[in-house]
Structure formats: C-alpha cells, structure tokens
C-alpha cells in the first residue's frame, strides 16, 4: 500500500509542481504590472488566475490589495466596494486551503496576508478593535510559516511592518495592544524588514520601498535610503508612491533642485494620476520646497493646490499656516490672518495639524518684525543646506531687540549651522551660554538644544557624557516631533557603535 501510495506521488507531483510555477508565474507577472502602476493590466492577470485556479484564494486576494490600495489612496466607494466583495471571497478561500494544509508556509502567509490586508483596512476605518484582532491572526500565521520553513524569508516584511506601526499607537490605545497580545517595536520592525529585503524573492520591491521609507523616516539613515529608493525609483519610474517617497529623501537631505523635479514628474508627467491624494500631496512638498527656498509667492500656489486637490482635511491645517507666514513675509497680514483662522480646521489628530492650529492662535494678533523674518528666512537658507548663508543672514539680528525665547531659537540654528560647517569651536561657544540656565527648558526648542549639546560631545569623543544628553533630549522631546526623533536615533546607533 505504501509502494502504491509512493508511485502515485510521483505521477502526481510534475503536474502539480507544473501548475504551481504557472500560478506563481501569473502572480509574478501581476504585481510586477501593480508596481508599474499598470493596474488594468494587473486585474486582468488576477482575473486570469481566478479563472484557471478558482479554487486559490491568491487572485481574489490581490485585487482586494489593489482595491485597498485605491481606497485609501482616493476614498472612493467603488474601489471600497470592490475590495469588500473580493477579501471575503480570498478568506473562505485561504482559509480551506489552509485547513488542507495547516503546516504550510505558503498556506500561513496567504491567510496572513489576508488577515493584514483586514487589519489595514479597519484601521483606515478608525475599527480600532477589530484592526487589532485582525492584526493579531495575520502576526500567528506569519510566525507559524517561519516556524515550519525557516530558510522563508516572505513573512519577515508583513511581520516587520506590523511591529513598526505598532510602535506608534498612542498610549492611550496601549490597552488593546496587550488585550490582542502584541506589541509593538519599533527597531524590531526595522530589523525585520531588512532581512526580508536582503533575503527575500517575491517581496524585494515592496520590502526597498518600506526600508527606504523607514531609513528616511525612523533613524535618519539617508544615505542608505537613496541607494535602495534610487534603485527602484529608476525600475518603476511611473510608480507615484515610489516617487514621493523619494521626493521627501531629497528633502530631508536639503537636495531641494532634485526634489522639485521629482514632484514635478508626478504632477506634470505622468499621465494619469492613480493616486490622486498622492498627487495633492505632491503639490504639498513642492509648496514646502518653495517655502524654503523663500520663494514664498509661488509657495502660496503650491500649497493652495494641495487644498484644492485633497479629498481630506489631513495636513490642511498646516498648508494654510504656511500660506499664512508666507503672506507675512510678504507684509499682507490681512491676508495672512484669514488663513490663520483656515489653519484652525485640519485634521486635529495629525500632529502637524495640530500645531499649525496653536501656531495660528499664537500668530493672529502678533505683529512680525524684520527680525522675524530674518529669522524665518535664515531658518529656511538652512533647511536648503545653505549653513553660511544662513549665518550671514541670522546676524542681521539684533538681541537686545528681541525675546530671549526667539534669541534661543536663532542660537540653535546658529549650532547646527556651524555644526554642519565642521566649525565645532563656534557652536560650542553658543552652547556654553545655555549650561546654566534653567529656563530654556520650557522652550520648545530644548529638545533640539539637548540633541545638539549630544551631538557636540559625540565630535569630541564624549561618549557617555553624549548618551547623558542624548538620553535627556529623549525624556524631553514631543512625542509628535518625528524629525527630531529620528535624529536622536541616529545619534544613538552612533554612539553604540562607537562604544564597541
């Protein structure tokens, strides 16, 4: 009987090997069209493998996927419709094949990857508790494919993205994190996406995508975010996500010329626009391109495009805050004012929305001196990497004219300009005025203040006197300040490495 059951193994086995690769194949080929941003073409090939393999969850799950993708890219009704529809159909689906084969790696990740697309889909919906549950199904399966395959490196992204959001529930949802049995870990996630990115086969683009993001993001690893987002900006050059990704790279490394052109590309050279929040945003970064470059007349086009093309309130509030300070600059305070008020209806959950709405309050009745423009435009010469500058324009401030809180803001520029000069003698000057005063700690620029004091002693090889300021700019800093974090990270990964 074993003989008999043996000899039709291996009758079986090249046909079903055969119409694995074929499957395989046609999923290859589909999210292949998918990053190319061919999407008509991608839901003919997972229309396809419906048809030739209707018994598999995998076609009905990608057009689910693609289907999110649109939701939450465009909020549109249809493509929330249709993702709906198919990700019943993918569960039923995956969830027979995984009780055919339970100790599967291939039938783990395709629920997984079913169970997460839910967990995404409930969050965008604000369905906190039914997000969590969902999440917590798809990290089991996720888990149990690399217990039963080791050397499967697919799941280590999923698992790794999972971890990284999770890192940054508020605390107050704390509660239901440890109710589903997660938990969140920032560098957990990071590490996690890394290996799926160096190890894995059908996951690489999507895995350079959210390690380019995260270099960029979480720990300030540019340099290393524009090998692998270049890389892939250059084999997906219609791809909108992968080009606005790339466009806030080059801002934050002050490479403003490169990042203007990229937005351009979204905005005037591609063709169709799929995403079209993607596409509203765009004209955001190029407004804050424009603003730091002072040109402040064409930021204010900028930025009141975005407005007009965003089909939600997020980052409204802090659009209409800068075409406020832009006015302001240009000496149109009752203009300004009317966007002070707009800057007052963001989106109060979103961190930047949220400022630009205590901004505006503080900004309304306030009259802006030349001194405040000096400082905004020599702020704004060192966001463009122009540090000289800068400093040339930052002297034209008289101190003795000025609030001390507005002096303290000027110096930290002044620090960091200098620190980016390379002429650390002059910031350490500026810093030893601050050693002893007790009141800048209730500015909002400590932080900053602590960071650079680390960041001085880290030159001068002052290890563990830099993890003391490092680990007070820690304690002290807004937890909404992700810019400021990821400088605080990428000073900590310094020292350790340099404590070795």
Same mark, same amino acid.
């Given at each position: ?28 080929? !589909? ?26 969850? %995998? /076609? ?33 689906? /995956? ?17 997984? $990857? ?36 080791? $050397? ?13 959001? *999770?890192?940054?529930?508020? !605390? ?6 440890? *109710? ?33 993001? %995260? ?27 992968? *080009? ?28 169709? $626009? ?12 190029? !407004? ?10 064409? @930021? ?9 093309? #965003? ?5 409204? !509030? ?81 101190? #003795? ?19 980016? *000069? /390379? ?23 400590? @932080? ?31 937890? $909404? ?20």
């Amino acid at each position: 009987m074993r003989f008999l059951f043996l000899i039709i193994i291996l009758l079986l086995s090249p046909t079903a090997l055969y119409t694995q690769l074929k499957l395989d194949s046609l999923v290859s080929v !589909g999210n292949e069209q998918s990053f190319q941003f061919q999407f008509k073409q991608a839901n003919k090939t997972f229309e396809t493998i419906i048809s030739n393999y209707p018994e598999s969850s %995998l /076609g009905y799950y990608f057009i689910s996927r693609n289907s999110l993708w649109f939701y939450m890219a465009n909020k549109d009704s249809v493509s929330k419709k249709r993702y709906l529809e198919n990700i019943v159909i993918a569960k039923t689906k /995956g969830e027979l094949e995984y009780d055919n084969l339970p100790e599967n790696e291939i039938t783990n990740i395709n629920l997984g $990857n079913i169970f997460f697309l839910e967990s995404i889909y409930n969050s965008t919906e604000q369905n906190s508790m039914d997000a969590f549950w969902a999440t917590k199904s798809a990290v089991n399966y996720f888990e149990d494919a690399i217990e039963y395959n080791p $050397n499967f490196f697919e799941p280590y992204l999923p698992l790794g993205t999972i971890k990284y959001a *999770l890192g940054f529930v508020p !605390g107050f949802l704390g509660w239901a994190i440890s *109710l589903a049995g997660l938990e969140g870990k920032k560098n957990e996630g990071l590490n996690n996406i890394r290996i799926a990115y160096q190890n894995c086969y059908n996951c690489k683009t999507e895995a350079a995508y959210h390690l380019g993001k %995260l270099y960029t993001e979480y720990n300030a690893m540019y340099d290393s975010a524009e090998v692998i987002l270049s890389k892939i900006v250059e084999e997906y050059p219609n791809n909108e996500l992968f *080009l606005y990704q790339y466009a806030i790279l080059k801002i934050d490394k002050k490479e403003l010329k490169q990042a203007k052109e990229i937005l351009n590309r979204i905005l005037f050279e591609i063709k169709e $626009n799929k995403f079209k929040q993607t596409y509203a945003l765009s004209f955001f970064l190029k !407004g804050e391109v424009l603003f730091r470059q002072n040109e402040f007349h064409q @930021a204010i086009i900028e930025y009141e495009q975005f407005i007009l093309n #965003s089909s939600t309130p997020d980052y409204t !509030g802090i659009a209409n805050l800068k075409i406020a300070l832009s006015y302001e600059m240009l000496n149109e305070k009752l203009k300004a004012q009317r966007h002070y008020i707009l800057a007052r209806n963001g989106n109060p959950n979103i961190a930047e929305d949220s400022f630009a709405d205590s901004e505006s309050k503080k900004y309304y009745d306030y009259k802006f001196s030349n001194y405040d423009k000096y400082f905004i435009r020599g702020k704004n010469l060192f966001e463009c990497g122009k540090y000289s500058e800068a400093l040339k324009v930052l002297q034209n401030i008289d101190s #003795s004219n000025i609030s001390f809180e507005l002096q303290f803001k000027v110096n930290i520029v002044e620090i960091e300009s200098y620190q980016k *000069l /390379g002429k650390f003698q002059k910031s350490l000057m500026l810093i030893r005025k601050y050693e002893d005063n007790s009141i800048i700690s209730e500015f909002s620029g400590y @932080a900053k203040f602590l960071y650079l004091n680390a960041y001085q002693k880290f030159n001068e090889n002052k290890y563990s006197s830099s993890r003391e300021k490092l680990d007070l700019a820690f304690e002290n800093i807004d937890e $909404n300040n992700n810019k400021l974090n990821r400088l605080l990270i990428n000073l900590s990964l310094k020292i350790a490495k340099s404590i070795k």
